[in-house]
Each structure stands twice: as C-alpha cells, then as structure tokens.
C-alpha cells in the first residue's frame, strides 16, 4: 500500500526526490495526516450538525445545531487549520517537485503534481463552502519568510482557482492505478470533483459532461450492498472515488479514523477498547428522512431492536442488537457508519480510537445524482429518461421502486439519505436558493424525545449570515485582513 511510507531520517530536499520511490513517499502524505483534524470532529460538525442530520448536546458541537456558531469554536479552527494545512503540503509538491527532481521521469513529477493540485482543488472547495472568500495562497513557502498577513479573495475567483487547478490535474492524473496504488488520485476523481464544482456554480452543461465522463469510463460502479462501502476491508472499491486513507496504528497519532470513538453508542462494548462515547446522534429529523424499507438506513443509523452480527466483540460474541428498552441516545438512535467494531471483529484492525476505514469523499453513487441534477438543469421537475436512469440507479440499490419523475426536492433527499455522514447536507443546502434552505431548515426537527414517545421539539430558522461560518478568532487576530473586504485574485 503506497501510505506504507519508507522511513525519512537522514533526508535532505536536495537528495531525496530523484527515485520513484520517494515520489511516492512525498505525495502519499497528502492522503491521510494533513486532512486528520477536519475528518476528526469538524467536518461532521459542520456537513451534518449544521444541517440537521446529527444531534449532540457536547457544548462545542451544539452551536452547529442552534446557528450560535462562534468565532473561538474548536471544530472552526481544526478545520480551518487542516484545510491549509493540506494547501500548505500541496504547494510543496506543485512548487519544490518540478525543480528538484531532475532524475525522475517528468511523466511521473508532473501526475505527482497533479494529485497535488486535486488535494488544493479540494481543500479550496471546502474552505469556499464554508467561509466564502478566502485567501489563495500559492506558494507557502514564500509566505514562511516574508508578510503572511494576506487579504481573502472573492468566492468566485477561488471557484475560478478550483477549476484551474483541476484542469491541469486532469491532464496529468492516469485512468487506474495498480493494486499496490488504489486510492491515488485517478482522472476519474478529478473528472468527478469538477463535476460537483460546475454543479455549484449551476453550470449544468459542465457538469453533466464531466458526470458522463465518469459514468462512461467502465471504472466505477455501485457496490451490490451499501453496507459494503464503509468497510475497512472494502476500502478503494469499485465504487469509491475518492477517499481519506487511515492506518490503524497502535503507536501513532493523526493517521488513523477517529470516528468509531465518537460515533459508537455509549456503554455497549462495541469497540472494547475505552471509548465509543456516543457524541453525536442521528436527528429525529435524518430518522424520518428514509423512505419504508430503505436498505441504506440501517447501515447508517442503529434504531431498536436492529442486529448486527458483524459488531462481535467479548460483550457481545454473537453480533450486536440495539436495544429495544433503554435508550441509548435522545433521539432514539445511534451511528452505524463509520463503525467498524472491537479488536476481534472480522473488519479490523482496532486500537484505541484509532481505525483503518476510509473516510468517502466523492463515491460513483454521487456522481450518478450529480448527473441527474444535472440533465435537470435547474428545472423543477423532469421525467427526462436520461436524468431517471441515474437517479433510479442510485434507489435500486437502495431496494427502493423507480420513479417516472423527480423534482428538485426529491434529488436533495436523495443526496441526504444516500450521503447521510458523509458530510455534504449543509452545504447543498448553502447551494440552493436561500429562501427554500431556510425553509427547509425551518421545518426540521432539531429536538429530542422527553420520553418515550414525545419529542421535545426545537426547530430554528437561519438567517442569511448563518450560511457563511465565522473566520476562527485565532486567524484573525494573527490576520486582521481577513476581516477586510474580499479582493480580486491576480491570476
């Protein structure tokens, strides 16, 4: 596996890129570590939380849920900090690679840079949806010795920068990788994040393009189970597109997924090994959002009485059932996705708060949705037989009847359900039009049970600045032109 890093002591910037092997070494760092404090806690507090698809009463995951989001909140600066984190290492590549390795095949330096500017790509598109303008910043190693105190950019020229970068990722990133490479960044991904951007920008032509690229390359398909998707032993699977890379390791920090110890219900001895907290919980609101005998909804969400054979653990050496007469959570639910269950379960490996699956970043499911809305091209509704085969693809799987037509609230929930925690719902909804995402939010159920059977409702509507999150305060008291007006980017 190519995250299986050669050891680096004894290397200096002038020896260390002229072999293959240390071309890989460079840019398999982009794939995991840079990205950990996002995918820890911020990214779902922000994607889900935000968006109404999680509950948690955890004092710095709880503004996220009732739009108090400050400025000193922790998940805004883990993911602020990561995603330059990730520019950061990106610059690296794209400036220090094409100067320095002078013994490589100039083939091999210039996809090795173009998988760096699909992880600037990225970063940028997250960093846009959810602070707008933002400083672009090319070349981090300039700014390390001389005036870091940049101004943000405009949205659009950072859109502008997104699509730049993955144009030229796109010339130089190959079809398919061998097995000892799965998880590198292909074409394919490039093709799919550029599709998701045109979305954005409601350049439905681009996009459905770029979709049809994807869906007519003969990579990608759907997995037979959903459940599949979010295994460590099915990671990089014919469905996925792009992922976050994890290592379980016992001794190391920031390269594993965190997310079983927070997601795992409280006291149930799924992990067995300290933690499985039970942070945060799915929304009544998500709960409701399935349609009956939607096969997605218990991979994702444990309700009572759901069984699990594969959660084995020394509690429970037959597979795990959810009770059915105490509540584990307010909302009557817990998290499945993203668990992957004890040391001698059959998907391992398992340490302390530390697991092996990939996080999903762009899957083949998304991208046939993309399509979809696409081929829609902003009409309320269409029976348009192309723009069906899509969606209708996407619920076969789901076990779910085709439809003969679809309107635009229809593809959101798809989206939500099909994507649930996979952190993407606050930021369709900071896409559509702004009066219907507060409606939307508006009419969703923010509450929990009181006991049994009675919710104690809450229920918020937005203003307009909540669709924008806060600049962390630590950014703009080192920066204080972040707090300027956005300025053009000289391009």
């Known amino acids: 596996m190519f995250l299986e890093q050669p050891p680096l002591d004894q290397i200096t910037v002038d020896n260390f890129y002229q072999t293959p092997e240390q071309i890989s070494a460079f840019t398999a760092s982009l794939y995991g570590h840079p990205w950990f404090n996002l995918n820890d806690k911020a990214v779902y507090a922000i994607g889900?939380?935000?968006?109404?698809?999680?509950?948690?009463?955890?004092?710095?995951?709880?503004?996220?849920?009732?739009?108090?989001?400050?400025?000193?909140?922790?998940?805004l600066a883990e993911a602020w900090g990561a995603l330059f984190k990730v520019v950061g290492m990106a610059n690296s590549v794209i400036n220090i690679l094409p100067v320095k390795a002078t013994s490589v095949d100039p083939a091999l330096v210039s996809r090795a840079v173009g998988e760096a500017k699909f992880m600037r790509a990225l970063a940028y598109f997250y960093l846009v949806r959810t602070w707008g303008a933002v400083p672009i910043i090319e070349n981090s190693e300039a700014l390390a010795t001389g005036d870091f105190r940049l101004p943000r950019h405009r949205a659009e020229d950072v859109y502008t920068f997104i699509l730049r970068d993955l144009q030229e990722a796109e010339r130089n990133c190959p079809l398919r990788y061998g097995a000892q490479d799965a998880?590198?960044?292909?074409?394919?991904?490039?093709?799919?994040?550029?599709?998701?951007?045109?979305?954005?920008?409601?350049?439905?032509?681009?996009?459905r393009q770029k979709a049809e690229e994807v869906i007519n390359s003969g990579v990608y398909n759907l997995l037979n189970e959903y459940a599949d998707i979010f295994k460590t032993k099915r990671n990089n699977n014919e469905e996925s597109i792009f992922a976050w890379q994890w290592v379980a390791c016992p001794d190391c920090w920031g390269?594993?997924?965190?997310?079983?110890?927070?997601?795992?219900?409280?006291?149930?001895?799924?992990?067995?090994?300290?933690?499985?907290?039970?942070?945060?919980?799915?929304?009544?609101?998500?709960?409701?959002?399935?349609?009956?005998n939607?096969?997605?909804?218990?991979?994702?969400?444990?309700?009572?009485?759901?069984?699990?054979p594969e959660l084995t653990s020394k509690t429970n050496p037959n597979g795990y059932t959810y009770p059915t007469t105490q509540f584990i959570s307010n909302t009557h639910a817990s998290l499945r996705k993203y668990i992957v269950g004890s040391p001698t379960s059959p998907d391992g490996p398992?340490?302390?708060?530390?697991?092996?699956?990939?996080?999903?970043?762009?899957?083949?499911?998304?991208?046939?949705?993309?399509?979809?809305?696409?081929?829609?091209?902003?009409?309320?509704?269409?029976?348009?037989?192309?723009?069906?085969?899509?969606?209708?693809?996407?619920?076969?799987?789901?076990?779910?009847?085709?439809?003969?037509?679809?309107?635009?609230?229809?593809?959101?929930?798809?989206?939500?359900?099909?994507?649930?925690?996979?952190?993407?719902?606050?930021?369709?909804?900071g896409r559509i039009d702004r009066a219907r995402a507060k409606a939307i939010i508006a009419a969703q159920e923010r509450g929990t049970y009181s006991n049994a059977t009675t919710v104690g409702s809450f229920r918020v509507t937005p203003t307009d600045n909540d669709f924008i999150m806060p600049i962390p305060q630590q950014e703009t008291d080192r920066n204080p032109r972040l707090l300027e007006a956005a300025a053009p980017y000289q391009f």
């Open 294 to 308: 939607d096969r997605r909804k218990k991979p994702s969400i444990m309700t009572p009485g759901d069984f699990y």
């Open 183 to 207: 998880g590198r960044v292909t074409s394919g991904a490039v093709k799919s994040l550029m599709a998701k951007v045109y979305l954005y920008q409601k350049d439905y032509a681009k996009a």
């Open 48 to 75: 889900d939380l935000a968006g109404g698809n999680l509950h948690s009463f955890d004092p710095n995951y709880d503004p996220f849920l009732k739009f108090s989001v400050r400025q000193d909140n922790p998940r």
């Open 350 to 429: 398992v340490f302390f708060m530390r697991t092996g699956v990939n996080t999903n970043v762009l899957r083949f499911a998304e991208v046939l949705l993309i399509h979809a809305e696409a081929v829609m091209a902003g009409a309320p509704s269409t029976s348009d037989a192309t723009a069906l085969a899509s969606f209708n693809r996407v619920r076969q799987r789901a076990g779910l009847p085709n439809v003969t037509s679809i309107s635009q609230d229809d593809l959101l929930r798809e989206r939500r359900v099909e994507l649930f925690l996979e952190h993407d719902y606050w930021y369709d909804l």
């Open 255 to 292: 390269q594993q997924n965190t997310n079983q110890a927070y997601f795992a219900p409280n006291g149930q001895g799924i992990t067995e090994t300290g933690d499985g907290w039970g942070s945060v919980a799915p929304s009544i609101d998500i709960q409701r959002a399935y349609e009956p």
